[in-house]
């Protein structure tokens, strides 16, 4: 069985997110077909979403300007599931704390923009996330904060006392990059945990 899987490819690791979709698939026997999507008219055909980071204002513009916000939403209306990390974390919010982020109300939550620090206060950090048996080691890039979670939305992880990955619906929403090990547990649990037999 193939999935097909979109990953807006407008900035952030692509390349990395792809690899991380196809090594979960493939965990429960399936092959992942992976799209780029730059353009509106991919995201109706796609089974699973990821918007991975890069800056925030840029990415809202694009989506908006390209049509791709829409069908974003309208993925996500349908149940369909979708991973957000970093930036597209805070573009999936609904609110991102500054009026040049178009977000795009997804994620009940308000996010703080690189509330964890600038590049030079990066770092790795073992996350207990519900879901996982074992500790995920989170890469914090730049790393936005979740400042406050509504009650469509749930907490999967918390450091420092903060928020730091949220699942509202089909759509986890993450502050740190988990494409950059080589553990696919975080796109298995977004993509494959409860949403298996939907496709």
Same mark, same amino acid.
């Given at each position: 069985?193939?999935?097909?899987? $979109?990953?807006?490819?407008?900035?952030?690791?692509?390349?990395?997110?792809?690899?991380?979709?196809?090594?979960?698939?493939?965990?429960?026997?399936?092959?992942? !077909?992976?799209?780029?999507?730059?353009?509106?008219?991919?995201?109706?055909?796609?089974?699973?979403?990821?918007?991975?980071? @890069?800056?925030?204002?840029?990415?809202?513009?694009?989506?908006?300007?390209?049509?791709?916000?829409?069908?974003?939403?309208?993925?996500?209306?349908?149940?369909?599931?979708?991973?957000?990390?970093?930036? @597209?974390?805070?573009?999936?919010?609904?609110?991102?704390?500054?009026?040049?982020?178009?977000?795009?109300?997804?994620? !009940?939550?308000?996010?703080?923009?690189?509330?964890? @620090?600038?590049?030079?206060?990066?770092?790795?950090?073992?996350? *207990?996330?519900? $879901?996982?048996?074992?500790?995920?080691?989170?890469?914090?890039?730049?790393?936005?904060?979740?400042? *406050?979670?509504?009650?469509?939305?749930?907490?999967?992880?918390?450091?420092?006392?903060?928020?730091?990955?949220?699942?509202?619906?089909?759509?986890? $929403?993450?502050?740190?990059?988990?494409?950059?090990?080589?553990?696919?547990?975080?796109?298995?649990?977004?993509?494959?945990?409860?949403?298996?037999?939907?496709?």
């Amino acid at each position: 069985m193939t999935v097909n899987a $979109g990953v807006v490819a407008v900035q952030g690791d692509v390349s990395e997110h792809a690899e991380a979709i196809r090594s979960a698939a493939n965990s429960h026997g399936m092959d992942a !077909d992976v799209t780029e999507i730059r353009r509106s008219g991919i995201v109706p055909d796609c089974d699973i979403l990821l918007m991975p980071g @890069g800056e925030s204002t840029s990415i809202s513009r694009l989506l908006a300007r390209e049509g791709i916000d829409a069908e974003i939403q309208d993925h996500v209306d349908a149940g369909k599931p979708m991973l957000a990390t970093c930036a @597209g974390l805070i573009v999936a919010s609904m609110d991102a704390s500054d009026d040049r982020v178009e977000t795009l109300n997804v994620i !009940d939550a308000t996010v703080d923009r690189n509330a964890f @620090g600038r590049q030079k206060d990066s770092f790795e950090a073992p996350l *207990d996330v519900k $879901g996982l048996d074992e500790p995920f080691p989170a890469v914090f890039i730049r790393a936005p904060l979740i400042a *406050d979670v509504g009650g469509d939305a749930e907490v999967l992880a918390t450091w420092d006392g903060n928020p730091v990955a949220v699942k509202d619906g089909p759509v986890v $929403g993450t502050s740190f990059h988990p494409e950059l090990t080589s553990d696919s547990r975080i796109h298995d649990l977004a993509f494959f945990g409860t949403q298996e037999a939907t496709f």
